[in-house]
T-cell receptor, first 114, second 116 residues
Framework: KAGVTQTPRYLIKTRGQQVTLSCSPI?????VSWYQQTPGQGLQFLFE???????NKGNFPGRFSGRQFSNSRSEMNVSTLELGDSALYLC?????????????FGPGTRLTVL | AQTVTQSQPEMSVQEAETVTLSCTYD???????LFWYKQPPSRQMILVIR??????QNATENRFSVNFQKAAKSFSLKISDSQLGDTAMYFC?????????????FGQGTRLTINP
């Protein structure tokens, strides 16, 4: 069974631009969560989608948004990029939401904002 | 709000030795889940071990075991017979039972190096 895939793997953008990252979960998984990883702040939860609905949202500004499609694939969008948005963005999928189900992580998208 | 603290930013041991990584957490919930995740250099994060708070028995996965002390809110990871492939960042993480979602709260991580 294929693992979680994320595209693109690397991105370089300039301040003020917007970016869209994509995540394809493991087949059959319906929950997709997004995390931001930086050296200073560590791993922080962005949001989770389950059955096309956002179930939970972390403490990030409204410039960060996401969605999930009927095939469980998910995208996250960051508008008006800032230098501080440079990070590794990780996507994780799980079979269902809640009850501490194991989350399987993708390789991440490394975003650099210049 | 829940918090997870890993007090050891870096650790280094010789191959075949036993090493223990510390983790403490803070929560007012009685039911929750605790995890240790491993992130090897330039590789994907993978789950090492999972513990349900309502289970008194400590979880074990081959060379990996935990010491879960619920009253002390402590959740340490022991790696026995360490191998070079155990070199990685290790993250302790928490999910509240009643959150109904998959929001993992992570510690800052411990960088573990296994030396030959």
């Amino acid at each position: 069974k294929a693992g979680v895939t994320q595209t693109p793997r690397y991105l370089i953008k300039t301040r003020g631009q917007q970016v869209t990252l994509s995540c394809s979960p493991i087949s059959g998984h319906r929950s997709v969560s997004w995390y931001q990883q930086t050296p200073g702040q560590g791993l922080q939860f962005l949001f989770e989608y389950f059955s096309e609905t956002q179930r939970n949202k972390g403490n990030f500004p409204g410039r960060f948004s996401g969605r999930q499609f009927s095939n469980s694939r998910s995208e996250m969008n960051v508008s008006t990029l800032e230098l501080g948005d440079s990070a590794l963005y990780l996507c994780a999928s799980s079979l269902v939401s809640g009850e501490g189900h194991e989350q399987f992580f993708g390789p991440g998208t490394r975003l650099t904002v210049l | 709000a829940q918090t997870v603290t890993q007090s050891q930013p870096e650790m280094s041991v010789q191959e075949a030795e036993t090493v223990t990584l510390s983790c403490t957490y803070d929560t007012s919930e009685n039911n929750y889940y605790l995890f240790w995740y491993k992130q090897p250099p330039s590789r994907q994060m993978i789950l090492v071990i999972r513990q349900e708070a309502y289970k008194q028995q400590n979880a074990t996965e081959n060379r990996f075991s935990v010491n879960f002390q619920k009253a002390a809110k402590s959740f340490s990871l022991k790696i026995s017979d360490s191998q070079l492939g155990d070199t990685a960042m290790y993250f302790c993480a928490f999910i509240g039972f009643f959150q109904g979602a998959q929001k993992l709260v992570f510690g800052q991580g411990t960088r573990l190096t296994i030396n030959p």
